[in-house]
């Protein structure tokens, strides 16, 4: 019954800043052992870790797009949002919003996706 779905603009100018929202149903984005998380793919390229938000609005940026990457949510929509700044064509890829869920110590595993959406950087 989970379910996660991305929304945003597919094409983003340079310099100006990509804002993705992630909405869940199925499940509260304030349930604990679980990290909402975003993931992206370039063309190309394996999957990147971007960040999370864990059930306490606490979060977590990938140390290489933490200057640039910011994570919030609106627990009233059951939605959390991805900010990133100052965006080159370097950060065109598929965005993904995940569900992330601690099964014990040292056991963790994405068990939810959503389907994924192009954000293309015009250069």
């Known amino acids: 019954q989970v379910q996660l779905q991305e929304s945003g603009p597919g094409l983003v100018r340079p310099s100006q800043t990509l804002s993705l929202t992630c909405t869940v149903s199925?499940?509260?984005?304030?349930?604990?052992?679980?990290?909402w998380s975003w993931i992206r793919q370039p063309p190309g390229k394996g999957m990147e870790w971007i960040g999370y938000?864990?059930?306490?609005?606490?979060?977590y940026v990938n140390p290489s797009l933490k200057r640039r990457a910011s994570i919030s949510r609106d627990t009233s929509k059951n939605q959390f949002t991805l900010q990133l700044s100052s965006v080159t064509p370097e950060d065109t890829a598929v965005y993904y919003c995940a569900r992330r869920s601690r099964l014990g110590d040292d056991d963790y595993k994405y068990d939810y996706w959503g389907q994924g959406t192009q954000v293309t950087v015009s250069s």
């Open positions: 938000m864990g059930a306490s609005g606490s979060t």
């Open positions: 199925g499940d509260s984005i304030t349930t604990d052992y679980v990290y």
